[in-house]
């Protein structure tokens, strides 16, 4: 029996499939989550299928915003739940750490920030955000835009700018906090290295919320960004590290979950 998990979040839409008898990711897929989950949800299932599989061979569990907009799935769960399980996944596969200690997950969204505490693999308690975008990617992606760059071209400027302070906790204000840094002449660089310090400032403040110690796990789309990393072991005062399916936990638990 194959297992596939499709995570559809605010902003992109992740999705694998698993071999069941071996716990091993056939494939994954990356895609923009576009205005319409459901017709997400069916671009996904289209390649699902392009793999050579029947449907009736895989069963489907689906997570995230989008998961109740995803007609064919067999089961749909939490993105709490999920990402715990795929978090504990990666690190079992000894890339990170031994599963037995105890982690926190850091999942970095489009539209919230989650804090995950496991146990032995297990979720123990969370915490989310609040409901402002502030110490989330849209957050640096407003900030972005506001610098007339790209994502990937946002964190290249940012590796090369001095530590400064947006102070500002909301977006609109840090936005505008930003062009008046602008019209001073401060360097786009170190801007977009302030935005970034933004946004790990309220994650650790989240993760102060619960006590977080111990060695952290990213997830999301920005475990891959060695600046997000580095600058969050620094502030944490503790070691955080990923893998390079991070960004695939939530559907990588869905699939296990629906085994």
Known sequence: MLYAGIDIGS?????????????AILARK?????????????????????????????????????RVSVPYADSTLTEITCHGRGAAFLIGKGAAFPEENDVAVIDIGGQDTKVILLRKGRVMDFIMNDKCSAGTGKFLEVMANRLGVTLPEFFAMAERGEDIT?????????????????????????????????????????????????????????????????????????????????RFAGAIGAALLGK
């Open 166 to 246: 947006i102070s500002s906790m909301c977006t609109v204000f840090a936005e505008s906090e930003i062009v008046s840094l602008m019209g001073q002449g401060t360097p786009r660089e170190s801007i977009a290295r302030g935005a970034v310090g933004s946004v790990v400032a309220k994650v650790v403040a989240l993760a102060g919320r619960k006590g977080v110690s111990g060695v952290c796990f990213l997830t999301g789309g920005f475990c891959e960004t060695p600046l997000m990393v580095s600058k969050l072991s620094g502030a944490l005062g503790t070691e955080v590290r990923t893998h390079p399916d991070g």
């Open 11 to 23: 902003t992109a839409a992740k999705a694998v499939l698993l071999d069941g008898a071996k716990n």
């Open 30 to 66: 990356l895609m923009p989550s576009g205005w319409n989950s459901r017709e997400t949800a069916e671009e996904l299932l289209k390649w699902l299928l392009s793999l050579g599989h029947e449907r009736d061979e895989i069963h489907v569990t689906a997570t995230g915003y989008g």
